[in-house]
């Protein structure tokens, strides 16, 4: 591949214009001219900086994230087997320096299952999946207890939601091949459903218990010392990958134990503090970090007449086109099916349906509205054009498979994507006639009471608050009434 190539492959991987990687071809060639020179004097026969960073330094974590992105460049390409072996070789050194579980690891580990999806090795894929998942949520986690989650620690407590969707896209796949596992990897997928929802549903609920946390001054103080170990902890980390990274001759073994035992020492403490906080504070506990249910947990949250319906839309990755996952979860059954709509056409068709209910839709002077509604001379300064038929269209795709199980049910709805600005409500349940009108349409809400919330498991933490407030309602009125029979009495 010629560098011109390079630089276009480049470009497009990261949705640049090549036009614009153009103006900085000059600065590209002159480090490229000095790569080779530096190359040239230490004595390498080779300027090729990747196997130079092999043969200088083969356990370096730099090298490992060299292998790592040029493995990612030969997925794209097609160059499937030379990925894989480079992949392998990043793991294998990002396990040594690094340990298992390190945040490094997973991400060679997502990317490996990645490459499994391209390779249509729903098996394997699901396995390395579910590792890099893992370590994932336990970073997660570690970062997250009433914190704020900005900088360096929101960046390590990112949940990598396209690899989070990804293991649920070849989960499906292998429920396919394998139906006596469907059942299992359905529990499973709505779980890893709920993490890849989870962060911005998250940030907010952890900072409604950051402020709950100041009124209590034992909680506050576990609180804080959480957040202090999670602090360190990522100070350490930080020591020991530049401990690992100098030259053979000046690492120091001893140093980089002690920094080991540290982390090691600091994971246990969190997890002391968790369980702690979960026993003793759980109404803070379920605010901060709140756990994905499982679907029997959530039937056993359900009354007799609710049923909660979970989305997650997904991009395409080849040879996976991009699609929408629901589960559908009643007191007595559950449900896992698959929408062909995926994250691209669900954003369009809500937006041609906003486009007939908010008037700000029109003020890019119709433009976007004109090409999604797709009329003639429509004219919006009056009535808005709202859509039935596409209205109708949109429900049959998200709902019509689980009519059975959400009639005559109030819906619990966790959207994703574009659907988090759908009002489901205006959706409509059958298909319009030609001279139908908004008030002859059968509109969705007729049928259903629907809820809309940010997460399932919130469903969970504002029903223990609800029970909560009435009990201490409760207490402050048993005490008023106390009062007042004693100032009667005297």
């Not at 490094?104 to 394997?124: F, H, K, M, T």
């Not at 499906?172 to 890849?196: C, V």
């Not at 574009?418 to 409509?428: D, E, G, K, Y």
């Amino acid at each position: 591949m010629t560098r011109g190539q390079r630089h276009a492959l480049a470009a497009q991987m990261h949705g640049m214009d090549p036009a614009l990687v153009e103006q900085d071809r000059d600065v590209v060639e002159r480090r490229a001219v000095e790569r080779d020179e530096i190359g040239a004097a230490a004595g390498f026969e080779t300027t090729d900086p990747l196997a130079i960073g092999e043969k200088a330094a083969p356990d370096h974590p730099h090298t490992a994230k060299a292998l790592n992105n040029l493995a990612e460049l030969y997925r794209v390409q097609g160059r499937y087997a030379e990925a894989d072996g480079l992949y392998k070789r990043a793991l294998v050194i990002g396990e040594k320096v690094l340990g298992p579980d390190h945040p490094d690891v997973g991400i060679y580990l997502s990317n490996l299952g990645g490459l499994r999806v391209s390779q249509e090795d729903w098996a394997d894929a699901v396995t390395l999946l579910k590792r890099a998942t893992d370590i994932g949520i336990r970073a997660s986690k570690r970062a997250s207890e009433g914190q704020t989650r900005t900088g360096q620690t929101a960046s390590d407590a990112r949940r990598p939601s396209d690899k989070l969707s990804l293991f649920v896209k070849a989960a499906a796949r292998l429920a396919t091949e394998q139906a006596r596992q469907e059942p299992e990897l359905a529990g499973a997928m709505f779980e890893t459903a709920q993490w890849a929802l989870s962060s911005k549903a998250a940030d907010s609920l952890a900072q409604m218990a950051a402020r709950q946390a100041k009124g209590d001054s034992a909680l506050s103080g576990i609180v804080r010392e959480r957040q202090d170990l999670t602090g360190e902890w990522q100070a350490r980390d930080k020591l020991l990958l530049a401990a690992i990274a100098q030259s053979p001759d000046q690492r120091n073994a001893t140093a980089e134990q002690a920094l080991r035992d540290r982390i090691a020492k600091i994971d246990a403490r969190i997890g002391e503090i968790d369980k702690t906080l979960a026993e003793d504070f759980p109404e803070y506990a379920a605010l901060a970090s709140p756990e994905p249910l499982g679907i029997a947990d959530v039937q056993a949250q359900l009354q007799a007449n609710e049923v909660l319906i979970l989305f997650l839309d997904t991009v395409e990755w080849k040879p996976t086109p991009e699609e929408t996952f629901l589960w559908v979860v009643n007191k007595t059954s559950a449900r896992w099916l698959r929408i062909e709509l995926g994250t691209r056409a669900l954003s369009e068709r809500v937006a041609a349906l906003r486009c007939g209910l908010d008037q700000a839709a029109w003020d890019d002077d119709g433009a976007r509205c004109s090409r999604l509604l797709n009329p003639t001379g429509i004219d919006a300064s009056n009535a808005l054009p709202f859509d039935l038929g596409l209205a109708h269209e949109l429900y049959t795709a998200l709902f019509a498979q689980v009519e059975d199980l959400i009639k005559d049910k109030h819906l619990l709805v966790v959207p994703s994507g574009a659907l988090t600005s759908l009002p489901f409500q205006v959706l409509v349940t059958e298909k319009p006639t030609s001279s139908a009108n908004y008030a002859d349409a059968a509109w969705f809400v007729r049928r259903h009471a629907i809820t809309v919330l940010p997460s399932a498991s919130s469903m969970k933490a504002l029903r223990q608050f609800a029970k909560s407030s009435k009990a201490e309602l409760r207490r402050v009125r048993s005490r008023l009434l106390r009062r007042t029979k004693s100032v009667l009495i005297c």
